[in-house]
């Protein structure tokens, strides 16, 4: 291997693009076998993750105890917040629930569609007109991310607000950064964080698939406390939040 | 999704390592069964991809025609160059040939070594000192590209020569630029090579995993043209170069 020499022009970004919708559509296209392609995540740290994509359209079979627990727990009509490839929602809708799906990727939508199953095209705190309201808001699959951070969480959680009722519930499933394997992990990440005045737990990271990537977005691991800071000038309470008898998984329980 | 704001400070570059060997490393603790790691490669325009790693370990029933044709071609005693997790060089040393793996990876270098083949730590041009000389000089996995570039490739080519006798074979794998897939896969790439000076097979890349990166390296597809004009001013003579019955797949012969 030679390094590149100082004369060599700079790499250039990807282009901004559906990367996240891409891999999902080939891994959906294959059948959704494993590995049909990969997600691959870069935080902006340097880090690269690679996973399969299959997770995103696994049966219930698959999930662990707690995200079927949470599962359990919707009820009403249901939106689906970052849905996915519908692994949660296509069970709700056998069961007989009336649920719609919400994800910033148009192949997302596309997939939802394709396999029956309601969805729009929409991010959070800008919600799409017209939603009506629901009486489970789900932020599953660690989704409870989509608050992005402390200054971002409280005006996401007054969109939800918006398309909630009395006693409406968001059910988002998380992990605790302070707790199991994460904090060996992302010890100097966490560090990073706090030295640039963010949450530890808000990473950065952007979907990479050939030459697209999605922009960099905030997903944010948030401490039990940083949580309760900001549920508190919102129309939520925090009712609770459960643990898994192992490791650092959380289901959190907001009540409008 | 929410776009990082202007304010943000700019994400980190990986840190420089062996993110090869490493990833080659946890798929061979794992069995080298499929995707016990990804072998994520970047390159300078951006594009992303990522692969399953466990092909460095392929039997020879899971190779190509045209690899297992080249592979029987070598004789004597045989530098490996870009030997990979051994895949080319277990079963020479199991028919009896006497093979050198050379890697510029440390940990490709340990796993050859903890599957009982002779390997050395080393990259072209630059080899170590003391290997003797070879009957055979292997750019196996399509490592003709090694060679680098139209500027690089001569100085590559006169360092093999220091290790070569009279009649050596350079056997090398690769791919024609011009031919099949390749062409409308990359075009857009091998024109922005073209208009920044440098061959258009010329791959800049480096590969990732976790928050480490190679250095950037040049990785060649040379046009059979490009390749006689790159061996002509050196001690070698390009043989014959063979093809695939289908696609764009090549073996380089050149002879000392």
Known sequence: MSAMSAADPAPRQPRLGDAFGSILARCWAAGAVPYSSVEVVERDDGLISAN???????????????????????????????????????????????????????????????????????SLPQLPDGLGTFETIALFGNNLGLLGGPDRAPAVLRALAEVARPGTRILGTAHDPSGGESVSHHAAYFAWNRERGRSPGQLRIRVRDGVIATPWFDYWLAAPDELATAVADTPWTLETIERASAGSGLVVCLRR
Chains 1, 2 share one sequence.
């Open 52 to 122: 399969d994509p299959a997770r995103y359209f696994a049966a219930p079979e698959a999930w662990s105890d707690l995200e079927r627990w949470a599962w359990e727990q919707a009820t009403g009509r249901i939106l689906d917040v970052g849905c996915g490839g519908g692994r949660h929602a296509a069970p709700w809708a056998r069961k007989g629930l009336d649920v719609l799906g919400l994800d910033s990727s148009p192949g997302v939508v596309g997939i939802m569609r394709e396999r029956g199953l309601a969805a729009q095209l929409g």
